[in-house]
């Protein structure tokens, strides 16, 4: 069987890197005022960060049904016996949920994984995935692997301002006045299907030594079994210039010296609800290559 692996730029994963690692990738819309854009297609993470430096209203959506079904059509015609498709958590998005029902008629040939992921720990699914399928592995036993390992993840994001969790109605323009007066910073926490509050600190380097703290306990605790080589610690963010991204990987590099912690930028859904400046790091377990 030729199985082909797909995801969508929720991952992370577009342009000329998930092309060179040869994954397909749906973009995702994002609606900057009355105008919708397509992620890694046609508005890239500045312009996103500039509208919202800008105030504009900003928001994020799933693909339309008609964009799906050509997307998986246009992988089948280059020869492909199966797809795998990893989107964002059901728990975040009702893409995957939608994925599902309309992949039901293509009588197993599009095989939709739930593993309850984004960002980074998306992006280890879909690599996992990959390597998978290049083991001879078919489209319905990649999808058992990662949907087995969904919860073995944990993202950690910082808010430097409530702006757009205010627009996005996720807290009262009370809470976010309150906030903003005490400097409080929000630490959300993915793990699995929510976004939840994991902390609230004074000033984004608190919440920067809360997250690095708790990353750190994941590694003792729900990790403490698993080798290095196993895991990978990352870190993500809606920064506005690479000198302040490369800055927060540099204070998680330090903390975790047996790792390579890379940098990736927050996918626009994420960005249109935690908006600009906000840091991320996460851990998460996959199977070293």
């Not at 079904?69 to 992988?75: G, L, Q, R």
């Not at 004074?202 to 403490?224: H, L, S």
Request: hydrophobic share 40%; with cysteine; net charge negative.
């Amino acid at each position: 069987m030729k199985v082909a692996i797909a995801t969508d730029t929720n991952s992370g994963m577009m342009g000329q890197v998930a092309a060179e690692k040869g994954i397909y990738v749906l973009p995702m819309p994002v609606t900057v005022e009355d105008k919708t854009f397509l992620e890694g297609s046609d508005i890239t993470h500045a312009q996103l960060y500039q509208a919202m430096r800008l105030h504009k209203r900003i928001s994020s959506s799933q693909p339309a049904p008609g964009q799906l079904v050509e997307f998986w059509d246009s992988i089948l015609e280059e020869g492909y016996d199966q797809v795998v498709y990893i989107p964002m958590s059901s728990g975040l998005s009702n893409s995957c949920s939608t994925a599902i029902q309309f992949a039901q008629a293509y009588g197993g040939r599009i095989q939709v994984v739930d593993n309850h992921r984004i960002s980074v720990t998306q992006a280890t699914s879909v690599l996992s995935a990959k390597r998978l399928a290049e083991q001879g592995c078919g489209a319905e036993e990649i999808k058992a692997c990662l949907e087995a390992m969904a919860y073995d993840a944990s993202i950690y994001i910082a808010v430097d301002s409530m702006e757009y969790l205010k627009k996005g109605g996720r807290i009262t323009p009370a809470a976010a006045a309150f906030a903003s007066v005490l400097n409080l910073k929000p630490v959300l926490t993915i793990q699995g299907d929510k976004l939840d509050i994991h902390a609230k600190v004074r000033g984004m380097r608190q919440a920067e030594r809360n997250m690095i703290e708790a990353v750190k306990r994941d590694r003792q605790t729900r990790f403490g079994d698993t080798p290095d080589e196993c895991l990978l610690v990352g870190t993500a963010g809606t920064f506005e210039t690479p000198e302040m991204a490369e800055r927060w990987r540099q204070l998680v590099q330090a903390e975790f010296p047996t790792f390579s912690v890379a940098y990736f930028q927050l996918p626009c859904s994420i960005a249109s609800h935690v908006g600009i400046n906000a840091a991320g790091t996460g851990i998460v377990k996959w199977e070293a290559a």
